[in-house]
């Protein structure tokens, strides 16, 4: 089991996000305001419907547990005192998209793709919906620290609405994803058969996530090698 759990984390490690040119602007300060606002709009479709990814995922799963976990997962989501979603509406305001736009946006082809890959692996095996999760929690927590401090640094962003967002998921991610990686470990041991799907479904997430990133330099012509 644990060299396939290596070999899952390195998937992750391989395509994170953090490598990706975008987010690697954003750390040095090269985005411009609308560019941040543009990645607000589209990035909110995902943002949005995630919870319902993780209901998908609970609705299919026929372990008591592993339930529990995203139960869990989807109260923290949107049961808060702010949801998630409203969260990113006021990072998206800071950043100059207003809720009107942000809600109207129209989506990109690449950022349907994401989600509709996202709602795919959820309403498959449960535990290909788990592991997909874990793609994207996983890296959250190394994500938002990195936001943090460009939005404070680069871009002279320090307000609770500009960095609230990034803040909840710095600290949220870290329980979810080790409660996820407890869930896909266990069934790993219980299925070693398992692993090549587990790795799979991990593969499809994070190349969904880094495509929706390519949508955005994609349309504001940043210069991404997308």
């Known amino acids: 089991m644990n060299d396939a759990w290596s070999r ?112 795919r692996l959820s309403r498959g095996d449960w535990r290909s919906g788990m592991a997909a999760l874990y793609a994207y929690e996983a890296q959250q927590p190394a994500v938002a620290k990195t936001k943090i401090e460009g939005l404070k640094s680069r871009y002279g962003l320090d307000s609770q609405d500009a960095l609230g967002f990034f803040e909840t998921h710095e600290s949220a991610d870290e329980w979810h994803s080790r409660a996820e990686r407890e869930v896909l470990q266990a069934e790993l041991r219980r299925d070693p058969a398992l692993a090549p799907v587990l790795e799979a479904a991990v593969s499809a997430a994070c190349d969904a996530l880094n495509a929706l990133l390519d949508g955005v330099c994609e349309a504001r012509g940043i210069a991404c090698a997308c």
């Open 8 to 119: 899952l984390e390195s998937v992750i490690a391989e395509k994170s996000l953090l490598k990706h040119p975008f987010y690697r602007a954003w750390t040095d300060g090269t985005l411009s305001r609308e560019d941040l606002a543009h990645y607000a709009r589209q990035y909110y479709a995902q943002e949005t419907r995630f919870p319902r990814f993780v209901s998908a995922v609970h609705s299919n799963c026929p372990d008591a547990a592993a339930r529990k976990v995203l139960v869990a997962n989807l109260a923290d989501e949107e049961s808060g005192a702010v949801s998630h979603p409203e969260l990113w509406l006021r990072f998206a305001s800071s950043v100059g998209a207003d809720r009107a736009s942000v809600l109207g946006a129209e989506a990109h082809a690449k950022t349907d793709e994401c989600v509709d890959a996202f709602d």
